[in-house]
Nanobody, 125 residues
Framework: QVQLVESGGGFVQAGGSLTLSCVVSGSTFSKYCMAWFRQTPGKEREFVAA????????AYADSVTDRFTNSRDNAKNTMYLQMNSLKPEDTAVYYCAASTSPYWGSEYPPVYEYWGQGTQATVSS
């Protein structure tokens, strides 16, 4: 059974940084293309970033481009999201997701078969 566990969320002031981690167990990490999504109460889950199987290609939502960096370490079965210059509107529960799709980078949540439980990031103004 594939399991994804996020960590690294917390409380930070605007302009600060957080690094989220997502550890994958129960399967071969490198066969999954991965992504980060976020969600706030009453809103749809929103695409944040995606990364291909080897980590050489990434894609970002316009709202986080140049502030967030998505990376992965296949030897550690871990994906990361470095979040800099945080804004109050970045406040959300952040989820990592894994897909066996042959096409990486989808912004459509149903493409991803496996999800973590989420980690809360709160940015104060």
């Amino acid at each position: 059974q594939v399991q994804l566990v996020e960590s690294g969320g917390g409380f930070v002031q605007a302009g600060g940084s957080l690094t989220l981690s997502c550890v994958v167990s129960g399967s071969t990490f490198s066969k999954y293309c991965m992504a980060w999504f976020r969600q706030t109460p009453g809103k749809e889950r929103e695409f944040v970033a995606a990364i291909n199987w080897g980590g050489g290609s990434t894609a970002y939502a316009d709202s986080v481009t140049d502030r967030f960096t998505n990376s992965r370490d296949n030897a550690k079965n871990t994906m990361y999201l470095q979040m800099n210059s945080l804004k109050p509107e970045d406040t959300a529960v952040y989820y990592c997701a894994a897909s066996t799709s042959p096409y990486w980078g989808s912004e459509y949540p149903p493409v991803y078969e496996y999800w973590g439980q989420g980690t809360q990031a709160t940015v104060s103004s």
